[in-house]
């Protein structure tokens, strides 16, 4: 069965440090990559998505995500952070034949001010 | 992007009583889903809304126990029947607008059973 596996499951850092969250999956089929991420009281809210191309994907806030493919990961990365982005994060996986989407169990980044 | 609603927000309920919660979004999607996450947990799918047919369920979802409706493509119910401690949890909808190729979340129905 398809999973997807988040190495931290709690993250603390200090302002401007640089983030990396690991993400693998275990499906070896064609995929496509989220990361979500959910702020204190608020929505799930998507950060970035990987379909298809160049597998250095942007995303909002400053984060970006490297999927390679021979290590079925996912990485997101953030070169400084901010105390704002204290929040959980959840990279999923949804097979390309398919319209479910599975999310790892998250990591809870907290930004020390 | 849709916009998704549902009610209610939150709800304390009594053990063995049933609650249904509704979605409803502001406009026609081809997929929806209803989504478990219980406390510090991920989120875990219960269940994809099918319009016009029965509800299709993932392994340890059964029917008698979260019911699901998708009466049009803007509107879907979950409910949680007979309820106990165990299912204390937010419960949220979920969407894809096959045109955005990207999947939305409503707020969530956090749910305490006492």
């Known amino acids: 069965a398809q999973s997807v596996s988040q190495h931290n499951h709690h993250v603390i850092l200090s302002e401007a440090a640089s983030l990396e969250l690991g993400c693998n999956y275990s499906?070896?089929?064609?995929?496509?990559l989220f990361w979500y991420v959910q702020y204190p009281g608020q929505h799930l809210q998507l950060l970035l998505k990987?379909?298809?191309?160049?597998?250095l994907v942007k995303g909002i806030k400053g984060f970006e995500a490297e999927f390679i493919k021979s290590k079925f990961s996912f990485n997101l990365r953030k070169p400084s952070v901010q105390w704002s982005d204290t929040a959980e994060y959840f990279c999923?996986?949804?097979?390309?034949?398919?319209?479910?989407?599975?999310f790892g169990k998250g990591t809870r980044l907290h930004i020390l001010p | 992007s849709a916009v998704i609603s549902q009610k209610p927000s939150r709800d304390i309920c009594q053990r063995g009583t049933s609650l249904t919660i509704q979605c409803q979004v502001d406009?026609?999607?081809?997929?929806m889903f209803w989504y478990r996450q219980q406390p510090g947990q991920s989120l875990t799918l219960i269940a994809t809304a099918n319009q016009g047919s029965e509800a299709t369920y993932e392994s340890g979802f059964v029917i008698d126990k979260f019911p699901i409706s998708r009466p049009n493509l803007t509107f879907s119910t979950l409910t949680v029947s007979n309820m106990s401690p165990e299912d204390s949890s937010i419960y949220l909808c979920?969407?894809?607008?096959?045109?955005?190729?990207?999947?939305?979340f409503g707020p969530g129905t956090r749910l305490t059973v006492l």
């Open positions: 999923a996986v949804n097979e390309r034949r398919d319209d479910k989407i599975i």
């Open positions: 990987y379909f298809s191309g160049d597998p």
């Open positions: 979920s969407v894809v607008e096959t045109s955005f190729n990207e999947q939305f």
């Open positions: 499906y070896g089929g064609t995929v496509n």
């Open positions: 406009s026609q999607v081809t997929m």
